[in-house]
Structures are given as C-alpha cells and as structure tokens.
C-alpha cells in the first residue's frame, strides 16, 4: 500500500508564491513516478508535473517557467514550487503516484486559491 498526503496550499495574492508537498508512506519502494495534478471548479483534473523514479521531470506548459517539481528521497516527499501565481492557477492539486502494478494512488487534494 502506498498513502500520499498534500500540504502547503492556501491563499495568496497573484504574483506570489507557495510550495506544495506530498509526503509519501508505505510502500514507496513500488512507485515509478510522482505527479502533481489540478483540477479548478467545473474543469477537468489535469497534469501540472511529474518526476520519476529516476528523477527525470517534466512540467506542462501552462507552467513551465513558474513551477518546479523536486523531491528529497531522506524525507520522502515531493514538492511542487509555485512562483508568480496567476489567477488561473487557482485550483485543488492534487499528489498522484504510479506503481509498477499500474496502479495509481491518489491524495485528498489541497486548494491553492490566487486572489488580487
């Protein structure tokens, strides 16, 4: 079993910034990737970022430029640094882990609302 659990959400003004973690529990010797999604109201959940077990990332291009996934392999957890939010970045993010079974995991989500 493998357990993900996001933090670091809230409220901040455009521009700003937050960093994101999705601690990792269980079995995380079986995880070949950790993604970070979102999903604004009335929209569909998309991907922002991942990284793999071997450490390759990749963030989408809405993005790119803004955000930045890492990961600290002691602490077992995944992070997602948000600069220079946009209003548009406004949304629940959610922590997604993939198994080598091809099962997928998910944590509860944490709102990130960016307001003037």
């Known amino acids: 079993q493998v357990q993900l659990e996001e933090s670091g959400g809230g409220l901040v003004q455009i521009g700003g910034s937050l960093r994101l973690s999705c601690a990792i529990s269980?079995?995380?010797?079986?995880?070949?990737?950790v993604a970070w999604y979102r999903q604004a109201p009335g929209m569909e959940r998309e991907l922002v970022a991942f990284?793999?077990?071997?450490?390759?990332?990749k963030l989408e291009e809405p993005v790119k430029g803004r955000f930045t996934i890492s990961r600290d392999k002691a602490e077992n957890t995944v992070y997602l640094q948000m600069t220079n939010l946009k209003r548009e970045d406004t949304s629940v993010y959610y922590c997604?882990?993939?198994?080598?079974?091809?099962?997928?995991?998910w944590g509860l989500g944490t709102q990130v609302t960016v307001s003037s």
């Open positions: 997604n882990a993939v198994r080598t079974s091809g099962d997928e995991v």
């Open positions: 269980g079995r995380k010797d079986t995880i070949t990737a």
């Open positions: 990284i793999t077990s071997g450490g390759s990332t």
